[in-house]
């Protein structure tokens, strides 16, 4: 599976972006997607997944009612929706597609990652 994430850029604070990961390869609609972040100087941290039906989603509780993440297989695409957008969301953003199809927020379940977008949040 092949991944490639776009949507990011310069918004300011309460605004709202939609990122996209298009994928290529037969299993991405059996897989899991999850959408991680990494702002500078800091660990990678999960943001959201979801099934590989989109029946289920689970979020960090730090975009809980804020981000919302949704798929298209018949576009093999994922989307994650970011709304009231908070200086602290700055990261570049990176989806990955799972081993599994269930939703999971553990990183070294997924082995197939996209090059990831910037997402700056200004004040």
């Known amino acids: 599976v092949q991944l490639q994430a776009s949507g990011g850029g310069l918004v300011q604070a309460g605004g709202s972006l939609r990122l996209s990961c298009a994928a290529s390869?037969?299993?991405?609609?059996?897989?899991?997607v999850g959408w991680f972040r990494q702002a500078p100087g800091k660990d990678r941290e999960f943001v959201a997944t979801?099934?590989?039906?989109?029946?289920?989603?689970y979020y960090a509780d730090s975009v809980k009612g804020r981000f919302t993440i949704s798929r298209d297989n018949a576009k093999n695409t994922v989307y994650l929706q970011m709304d009231s957008l908070k200086p602290e969301d700055t990261a570049l953003y990176f989806c990955?597609?799972?081993?599994?199809?269930?939703?999971?927020?553990?990183?070294?379940?997924?082995?197939?990652w996209g090059q990831g977008t910037q997402v700056t949040v200004s004040s």
């Open positions: 979801i099934s590989w039906a989109g029946g289920t989603t």
């Open positions: 990955a597609a799972a081993t599994t199809g269930r939703v999971t927020r553990r990183a070294d379940e997924y082995p197939y």
């Open positions: 390869g037969r299993t991405f609609s059996s897989s899991a």
